[in-house]
């Protein structure tokens, strides 16, 4: 591998603020989002570049993106536009970087177009990016299945024997999935306290996050027809950072027999910028390996594991700052997201454009690299230190969490910017 001191510079655009090696959103990133401002106009799809968001809309007007993306960036979620293909995809991603780099000179050299196309990311209001019809939650870390295995059954048995067999996963509840900065209110439901003869009906005790990523379907399939594994990319649009918020005491006493229900229905929050797979393509790497090797459908004949670095930082209530309390990173995952749409759809299940699969709580090997709560304060035994003289087991009111994730380049970051949420209190009980 070459030595990264001796590539050459980063390629630059004409937009100082994106070229800053700090930068989420440089010119090899250009992830799209939702956004709306405060001059009346509505929902459209835009792109992040530096501190500016590029509209779209007023791009396509001016005839400046590829015929046949035409009509789709006057929309409130990128479903139309990342239904016209990869092919699409591609070639809109080639014309903004050749506009956001000066190679095209219209929109840098014209200035009534840059002030009607370019809007300030602090004017702008963002919004969930896809309209998302199915939601899909994978258990795919091995660390984190190991960890609550040796938690809640058999330390020396952590794995169930299906585990290193197929990617676990279920199905969640699409319509709750909420973008960056909306408020997660404390679910109310059944716990089963372990002095009591039968479950009580009360707040959730025990809230906790999980961090976990998240990818796009960018393609539908044929009911009735499973996708191959090597079919993967033409199907995966980008990915965004997720927390899928977790009742703990609520899932301990409704998972068996047939796992999450309430606990983990209430809430799941994404962040607003879906970052292509193809600003992704630098940073896919091998994948980890696996034994027993899987059956036929799940092998994989290229890399599909990606190098993204993840934190979690925790504000609780009444701190002026949010505190880092994890850090590790995608690229261990066991089960890849190839994977895990071959498995989705090996069944005959037709998934379609802006459905939304969830990794499963990413987690290390180390104390500091775990994904959840659940597993730094090990369910509550022991608190973790959040600063200023503050513990936390789990997730109190008021509290916030901030997740970010970031892949390294030369001299440049491909960043997901943030999703957050702060805790509201449960609902009253009648």
């Known amino acids: ?9 980063p390629a630059q655009s004409w937009i100082e603020s994106a070229n800053r090696a700090d930068c989420d959103f440089p010119l090899q990133n250009l992830p799209y989002g939702i956004f709306s401002t405060a001059a009346g106009q509505g929902p459209r799809v835009g792109v992040a570049i530096g501190d ?47 506009l956001l780099s000066g190679e095209d000179g219209r929109l840098r050299d014209d200035a009534a177009l840059r002030e009607r196309a370019l809007v300030p990311m602090s004017a702008a209001t963002l919004h969930l990016p896809v309209q998302i019809g199915g939601y899909t939650d994978f258990y795919s870390s091995r660390e984190h299945a190991t960890n609550v295995g040796r938690m809640f059954r058999d330390p020396d048995n952590a794995l169930l024997p299906n585990w290193l067999e197929i990617p676990i996963g279920y199905n969640g509840r699409a319509s709750s999935v909420v973008v960056s900065g909306t408020p997660v209110r404390r679910p109310n439901g059944q716990i089963k306290l372990p002095d009591q003869p039968r479950p009580l009906y009360g707040a959730c005790r025990k809230l906790d996050y999980e961090l976990e990523m998240g990818f796009i379907v960018g393609k539908e399939s044929t009911l009735g027809e499973p996708v191959p594994i090597d079919a993967a990319d033409d199907y995966l649009f980008g990915m965004v950072v997720l927390n899928d918020w977790s009742a703990r005491d609520i899932q301990q006493w409704e998972y068996v027999p047939l796992g999450p229900f309430n606990s983990k229905s209430f809430a799941t929050s994404i962040s607003p910028w879906v970052v292509t797979m193809d600003a992704l393509e630098p940073f896919r790497r091998d994948n980890p390996e696996q034994s027993p090797q899987p059956l036929p459908y799940l092998r994989q004949s290229r890399p599909n594991a990606y190098d993204i670095q993840l934190e979690v930082g925790l504000r609780p209530s009444g701190a002026q700052a949010a505190r880092r309390i994890s850090r590790t990173s995608f690229r261990s995952m066991y089960w890849t997201m190839a994977q895990q749409l071959a498995h989705h759809t090996v069944s005959g299940c037709n998934v379609r454009v802006g459905d939304l699969m969830a990794s499963g709580t990413i987690s290390g090997t180390e104390a500091d690299s ?7 304060t090990r369910n509550g035994a022991a608190p973790l230190d959040v600063g200023d003289g503050m513990r ?39």
């Open 52 to 98: 500016r968001i590029v509209d779209l809309s007023v791009l396509d007007q001016a005839g400046l993106l590829p015929a046949e993306a035409a009509g789709t960036f006057a929309s409130a979620s990128l479903n139309a536009f990342i239904g016209r293909g990869r092919p699409v995809w591609q070639q809109t991603r080639r014309r903004l970087t050749a």
């Open 370 to 376: 775990y994904g959840s709560l659940l597993e730094l």
């Open 1 to 9: 591998m070459q030595d990264s001191s001796m590539q050459s510079a």
């Open 392 to 430: 936390r087991a789990f997730l109190e009111d008021g509290d916030e969490v901030v997740m970010r994730g970031w892949c390294e380049g030369a001299g440049y970051r491909i960043g997901f910017g943030e999703v957050s949420g702060r805790i509201l209190p449960a609902a009253a009980i009648e």
